[in-house]
């Protein structure tokens, strides 16, 4: 008899959940992009610039003004509410697995919409969407296949998918989402941005997970949160992991 393969999803929600507790100056979570041509949106003092700016690269070029937006796992909402503003979207609307990143994200209320919910199983209308945006999230889910086949129901024809994350370096994204049925505008691969971004960055990182309260979790935090020299930040430098934007359309 076939064992059913275990989801993931649950580990990974308790895992987001509990990280909201124990890092909750944090608004975004993912490991940041810096361009040596700045001309950013993103306010120069802003604590978490570079991870603003990674949204901002992932819709480089794309119509938002008046449009309607979904991103999936949009963590704690922070940069849903700067391209929400920043670009004049119409409706933005951010999905999340986790509880309590869904929380913060309603705390922080002025705009978007946030909704639990599964990147497997979107509970959102076909053809309704002008933009589909997901960042550094995908390899969390257990079938990308199937992610990529929900963001194809939703988006119009002609809608637009902006989509970055790191993957393992022998991982054919880009092959799948052309089976999928996306045709491919653009795809970038952005590791050195990445790790340019890190490496400036670090230093806050590192402080915000020294001051938690529970110690046990630092070792662990910094391997994950891409702090120099540690796990998430080596597997880049060593070119293990590999970071990708991809932006792409539904076919009309
Ligand atoms: C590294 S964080 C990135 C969050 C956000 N995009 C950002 O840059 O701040 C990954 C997010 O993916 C969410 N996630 C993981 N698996 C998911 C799933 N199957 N469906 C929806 N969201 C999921 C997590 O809860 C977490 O908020």
Redesign the pocket.
Known sequence: MTKAKESK?PD??AY?DQAAGNIPTFT???YGYIDPIDDSLVPSDHPEKY?LK??EHTVRETPLAGAQVL??????G??ARFLAKAFQVAHYTG????EE?IRFAKAGNDGPEFLL????ALDIEDESIDVVI????SH???DRKQFFSEVLRVLKPGGYFCYTDGCWANDNCTGDLLDAGFELIERREITPNVIAALKLDSERREALFDAMPDKSLIEEYKDWGGVIGYRAYQRFVNGETLYFSHRLRKPV
Not at 95 to 98: A, E, M, P, R
Not at 117 to 120: E, P, Y
Not at 134 to 137: F, H, Q, V
């Open positions: 999803s990974v929600a987001y975004v979570l993912n991870c990674l949204y991103e999936i796992s949009c963590g704690r922070g940069g999905i999340d697995l986790s990143n919910g599964s990147a497997q997901n960042i550094e999230a969390l889910y257990d």
